[in-house]
C-alpha cells in the first residue's frame, strides 16, 4: 500500500499567466494498493469532487498512474485506487494537477521508485499541458517555471512563513476549458509589458520580503479583465480584500476562487496540529475574507473562506496509518 499527500496549488499570482505557482496548505489523499487480481480496477472517492470524479478508466489519477506503469514496463496486479479529496473541483486551486501528481507519485512509489522527481515533473506537465499547477503540486513552495525551447525551466522559491493566503472560494464551478475560451487570441504588447513588469516585482518582493511592492506587484492585463464576466464581483472582491488589509489580491487561476495575501503579525499557529490546514492568524486575514465574502454575496455569489499558509513540501508519501489519509472532514 502506497499513500500520497498532495498540497493544492494557486497559478498566475496575478501577473505571472501559467509561470508563477504556490503549494497552499490543502491536502488530497491517494492511497494505492495492489489487488492481486489480475485486470481489477476499483476506484472510491470521498470529499471534495466525490459526485463527479470518474470511477472507471478515465479517472485522471489512474491516467496518471498508467502512464508510469506504461514508461517503466511494471504493471501492478489488480489496483485499488481511493482519492481522499479536500481540494475544491473546477475552484482554480490545482485540483487536477493534485489528481495527476498524485497518481505519478503513487504508482511510482508502488512499482519501486523507476522514475526520479525531475522525470516525474516533465511527466506531470506533458499531462496537465502547463506548470504552473503540477509543479508546485510536486516540488512545494513557489515555483516559476517557463519553456525555452521546448525545454522546462524553473526554479523553486521558499515563500517567507509570515504570508497568510486568505482564499475566497465561491459555491460555482468554472471549467478551466471555459474559462481559456474567454481569452482572446492576441494581447496587445503594452499589456504584455505591464504584466512583465508586474511578474518582476512580485518575485522581487517575495526574494526580498519587501511587502511593500506586493500591492503594486499583483495587477494583470492579460487574463482577468477577461474572466471577469465569468466571476461576478471579481473587481469588487479584489478590491474588498484591498480596502481591507490585503497585501494585494488576484483571480486564483482560472477561478472562480479570488485569492488575497497578507501578513500574520504574530505568526501564530494552530500549535495542536503540526500540518496547518487552518491557520489561526490575527483578526487582519479574518477581517479580510469576511469583506472579500461580503463582496461576493453583493453580486449574488455564495463563498466560502479558508485561512491557509504557502506550503513548502510538495507531494509526498505519508504512513497510511496517519489519521489524515483515513478521514475527510
Same mark, same amino acid.
Given at each position: ?143 516559476? &517555471? ?7 525551466? %524553473? !526554479? @523553486?522559491?521558499? $515563500? =517567507?512563513?509570515?504570508?497568510? #493566503? /486568505?482564499? *475566497? ?47 503594486? &506587484? ?7 479583465? %477577461? !474572466? @471577469?464576466?465569468? $466571476? =461576478?464581483?471579481?473587481?469588487? #472582491? /479584489?478590491? *474588498? ?89
Amino acid at each position: 500500500m502506497v499513500c500520497i499527500k498532495v498540497p493544492a496549488s494557486t497559478a498566475n499570482l496575478g501577473p505571472g499567466f501559467d509561470t508563477l505557482g504556490m503549494a497552499l496548505s490543502l491536502f488530497n489523499y491517494i492511497e494505492m494498493i495492489e489487488t492481486g487480481s489480475a485486470d481489477e480496477l476499483l476506484i472510491e472517492v470521498e470529499g471534495e469532487g466525490a459526485s463527479s470524479i470518474a470511477r472507471d478508466q478515465s479517472n485522471v489519477t489512474w491516467l496518471a498512474a498508467r502512464e508510469v506503469f506504461q514508461i517503466a514496463g511494471r504493471y501492478p496486479t489488480g489496483l485499488l485506487l481511493r482519492q481522499k479529496n479536500k481540494i475544491p473541483s473546477a475552484r482554480g486551486l490545482g485540483s487536477s494537477a493534485a489528481a495527476r501528481v498524485g497518481g505519478l507519485l503513487a504508482a511510482n512509489y508502488l512499482i519501486g521508485e523507476p522514475l526520479n522527481r525531475e522525470q516525474l515533473l516533465q511527466l506531470a506537465v506533458r499531462l496537465e499541458g502547463h506548470p504552473d499547477n503540477v509543479a508546485p503540486a510536486l516540488l512545494g513552495g513557489l515555483v516559476v &517555471a517557463c519553456r525555452s525551447d521546448q525545454e522546462l525551466v %524553473y !526554479r @523553486q522559491l521558499t $515563500v =517567507p512563513e509570515r504570508l497568510t #493566503v /486568505i482564499l *475566497a472560494i465561491p459555491g460555482f464551478e468554472l471549467s478551466t476549458y471555459e474559462a481559456v475560451q474567454a481569452l482572446p487570441p492576441k494581447i496587445p504588447l503594452g499589456d504584455a509589458v505591464f504584466n512583465i513588469g508586474q511578474a518582476c516585482l512580485f518575485i522581487t518582493a517575495i526574494l526580498t520580503q519587501d511587502w511593500s511592492l506586493i500591492g503594486q &506587484a499583483m495587477g494583470d492585463r492579460i487574463h482577468q479583465s %477577461y !474572466r @471577469q464576466r465569468l $466571476v =461576478p464581483g471579481l473587481s469588487a #472582491v /479584489i478590491e *474588498a480584500a484591498r480596502a481591507a488589509g490585503a497585501l494585494g489580491a488576484a483571480l486564483s487561476g482560472a477561478g472562480p476562487t479570488v485569492l488575497a495575501l497578507a501578513l500574520d503579525d504574530q505568526d501564530q499557529i494552530n500549535a495542536n496540529n503540526a500540518e496547518p490546514e487552518e491557520v489561526n492568524t490575527v483578526n487582519r486575514s479574518q477581517q479580510i475574507g469576511k469583506k472579500m465574502q461580503a463582496a461576493f454575496r453583493q453580486h449574488g455569489v455564495d463563498s466560502i473562506i479558508r485561512i491557509l499558509k504557502p506550503w513548502s513540501q510538495g507531494a509526498e508519501r505519508i504512513a497510511c496509518s496517519n489519521i489524515k489519509c483515513c478521514s475527510i472532514k
